[in-house]
């Protein structure tokens, strides 16, 4: 039995940089005041930014795409949007394979994205993708970076759609 395993985090550097701005423009102001200028009012106005910054950040780096490919189908969870993993069917499935897309054109960038020709997709980072496209002709793209294990796995599981293809139209 194969199984296809991955888990993703927002992890890239640009991202750290991005969020970086905000937190060195609190900072700053608050270095090049004196002593006697600080007062209980001035460290509240730096204080509160911040927390709320840390909580945005926070969720941020809380948020995970699990995947799992294996002979009942193929598992998913978008932390903390989907609590547990949910899984499609190999029975659901009319096609599943990985493919290249534009994020930013197709989907509209990264995280959890719906459009109304494109289906969903749940994506970290990268441009690589399983596609999924349902009996009901619904469609989900899961991102990943490990695009040939995907590959493998999906082929080794292949006759699982094939079959239930033939199994409907008899």
Do not use: H
Not at 13 to 21: G, K, N, P, Q
Not at 34 to 51: A, D, H, Y
Not at 106 to 124: D, F, P, Q, V
């Amino acid at each position: 039995m194969k199984v296809f395993i991955e888990n993703q985090r927002f992890n890239q550097w640009w991202l750290y940089l991005i969020l970086a701005i905000p937190v060195i423009s609190l900072i700053i102001p608050f270095i090049l005041k004196t002593e006697e200028t600080l007062s209980r009012n001035n460290i509240l106005e730096i204080v509160i930014p911040f927390l709320f910054l840390t909580i945005i950040y926070a969720f941020i780096f809380s948020i995970q795409l699990k995947t799992r490919i294996d002979e009942k189908g193929v598992y998913y969870q978008f932390f903390p949007f989907n609590r547990k993993l949910k899984l499609i069917l190999w029975e659901e499935i009319e096609k599943c394979y990985c493919r290249t897309y534009k994020p930013l054109l197709e989907y509209g960038g990264w995280g959890y994205r719906m459009t109304i020709r494109k289906g969903k997709a749940l994506n970290i980072k990268g441009n690589i993708g399983i596609q999924i496209i349902f009996k009901n002709g619904k469609k989900l793209l899961l991102g990943t970076q490990k695009q040939n294990e995907a590959k493998m796995v999906i082929e080794t599981y292949k006759d699982k759609i094939i079959q239930s293809k033939s199994a409907n139209s008899i």
